[in-house]
């Protein structure tokens, strides 16, 4: 009866380094998306910058170029 006590233990620690290890792969995961999410949201950011740099080129040429010239010196 001990042996099989012993064993069903054994199992049970196995079962639970396996389930620590799949844990901390998902939290990596989790984490790689998340700055993978903030990476897409700052390319949204700037695609609407240079949207609303050529609506306003199209209302008003000369400004348009201007604030364009003046972001590329920074």
Do not use: C
């Not at 233990?9 to 700055?35: C, F, P, R, T, Y």
């Not at 609303?52 to 003046?70: F, R, T, W």
């Amino acid at each position: 009866m001990k042996p099989e006590i012993e064993k069903r233990k054994s199992d049970l620690q196995k079962q639970h380094e396996d389930l620590v290890s799949k844990i901390k792969q998902g939290e990596e995961a989790i984490s790689n998306m998340k700055a993978t999410l903030m990476g897409i949201k700052g390319a949204i950011s700037q695609v609407d910058w240079i949207l609303g740099l050529l609506k306003e080129e199209k209302s008003d040429p000369k400004k348009a170029k201007v604030e364009l010239n003046q972001e590329n010196i920074t």
